[in-house]
């Protein structure tokens, strides 16, 4: 009897055993992932790696320089942050960092240049921004894109590109288009052609995202008291009644998000569109300038007004819970969960 209890309780722990390391061998390990973020600190460009701070080297050559870095991107395993840096004397100067190290971005002899979005294609690295006229006395502004520091100009009066999307063989980017008198219209160009979302002027496009042959551009009208808008495939969805502005969209399966403000108790509040849906991730003066979502956490960046109401402090937002990056003057512009 002994020995067949014996038995009995070494086939139920073998067959325990085998079961617990059945199921252990079918669980997928959660992946940690790293939360990159660019922006500034005290006027000066950073970036941030998992909550920690690294100071970007500004470009300087005439003056008190300040600046900061716009975007963040990689190419295997090589980081690109494209940014400006703006001199007391002579305009902004668009630039760039390869690994930490930085370089400068060539332009029009004369014109002020920015660069604000960034991203690659199988090795090629493509920063896009805009170039003004002032140092010439003339008032227009264009659209610059630089593939791998080779720069191309085009579009009309006050173009611009504020958005980048690679995808395996097609470049996207999103900004206002001008007529060459003034006035400003949504667009998107692909691959260099482009596409008009409205015939109402005023209107900027701000951020892009592409999922499958769909493409989700968000923005906003220009004026006292503008509204925040997404185009899926040129089709337009107003987000708010209230006065609004959208400055990012992402895509994950069906859900569209978009990252921008919204006015709440008489305060600009940053605010997550999910769906059309409004969460707003703030009670105090505060705004959201991109949104990343994956492995259903939803990652977004900001700026967030000191109780006292002096300065903005740069925050992260993961589903909705705040953290904040830097307790100085700063700001949070562009997000890359790797």
């Known amino acids: 009897m002994k020995l067949n209890l014996l038995l009995s309780s070494v086939f139920i722990f073998t067959l325990f055993t ?3 390391c059945k199921k252990n ?3 997928k390990p959660v992946k940690s992932h790293d939360i990159y973020i660019a922006g500034d600190v005290n006027g000066q460009p950073v970036y941030w790696k998992n909550g920690i701070e690294t100071s970007l080297p500004p470009y300087s050559s005439n003056g008190t320089m300040s600046g900061q870095a716009t975007g963040i991107a990689f190419s295997g395993d090589d980081m690109y942050v494209c940014g400006m840096s703006s001199a007391l004397f002579g305009g902004s100067k668009a630039i760039y960092w390869e690994n930490g190290i930085l370089d400068t971005l060539s332009h029009i002899q004369g014109h002020p240049t920015d660069a604000v979005a960034i991203t690659s294609i199988g090795g090629d690295v493509y920063i896009g921004g805009g170039y003004n006229g002032y140092g010439t006395g003339q008032g227009y502004k264009g659209a610059t894109l630089w593939k791998n520091e080779i720069p191309t100009e085009f579009g009309n009066s006050q173009t611009r590109i504020n958005s980048l999307f690679a995808t395996d063989r097609d470049l996207y980017s999103a900004g206002p288009d001008g007529d060459g008198i003034g006035n ?3 667009t998107y160009y692909k691959n260099g052609t482009v596409v008009k979302l409205s015939d109402q002027s005023g209107l900027t496009s701000s951020g892009i995202f592409v999922s499958g042959s769909d493409v989700y551009v968000c923005g906003y009208s220009n004026g006292y008291e503008p509204q925040a808008v997404y185009w899926k495939n040129s089709i337009e969805t107003l987000l708010s009644s209230q006065p609004a502005s959208a400055y ?9 998000y978009v990252a921008g ?3 709440f108790n008489d305060k600009t509040v940053a605010t997550i569109w999910k ?3 409004a969460t707003h991730l703030s009670s105090s003066e505060s705004y959201c300038n991109d949104i990343a979502v994956l492995d259903n956490d939803v990652y977004a960046v900001g700026e967030m007004a000191t109780p006292d109401h002096i300065y903005g402090t740069s925050v992260l937002w993961k589903n909705n819970t705040a953290t904040v990056l830097a307790t100085t003057e700063s700001n949070a512009l562009k997000l890359y969960v790797k």
Not at 248 to 256: C, E, F, L, P, R
């Open 18 to 20: 085998l079961i617990s």
């Open 25 to 27: 061998n079918n669980e």
């Open 184 to 186: 400003t219209y949504a």
């Open 248 to 256: 990012a969209i992402y895509v994950s399966g069906n859900d569209v």
């Open 261 to 263: 403000w919204e006015l």
């Open 275 to 277: 769906n059309g849906i």
